[in-house]
């Protein structure tokens, strides 16, 4: 069993930074890939980054957002820069166990709860 954990959300103005931290427990998920999504209010959950062999981010992050991993934490991170208000959502990470990933959030077997971000003047 996983246990994953986001935190590091919270209000910031446009043009601000944040940097997620999802900690996990239960098992070691340095052999598997993850995953960042966010789901706004009325939208469907939609994929933001992942990292396993490689990374891979949606096309409106690139070049703001930067995805890694800490294995001797156990932790996965997502370090977001020049925030915009359509970024406001609830965060989450997740993990499949596997060693690859997809844009599609079925494909993913555990989550932690989210973590709201609020991007507001």
């Known amino acids: 069993q996983v246990h994953l954990v986001e935190s590091g959300g919270g209000l910031v103005q446009p043009g601000g930074s944040l940097r997620l931290s999802c900690a996990a427990s239960?098992?070691?998920?340095?052999?598997?890939?993850m995953a960042w999504f966010r789901q706004a209010p009325g939208k469907e959950r939609e994929f933001v980054a992942w990292?396993?062999?490689?990374?891979v981010y949606k096309d409106s992050v690139m070049g703001r957002f930067t995805i890694s991993r800490d294995n001797a934490k156990n932790t996965l991170y997502l370090q977001m820069n020049n925030l915009k208000p359509e970024d406001t959502a609830v965060y989450y990470c997740?993990?499949?166990?596997?060693?690859?990933?997809?844009?599609?959030?079925?494909?993913?077997?555990?989550w932690g709860p989210g973590t709201q971000v609020t991007v507001s003047s």
């Open positions: 990292i396993g062999g490689n990374t």
């Open positions: 239960g098992r070691a998920l340095n052999n598997y890939a």
């Open positions: 997740g993990t499949a166990l596997s060693g690859t990933s997809t844009t599609q959030p079925g494909y993913y077997t555990y």
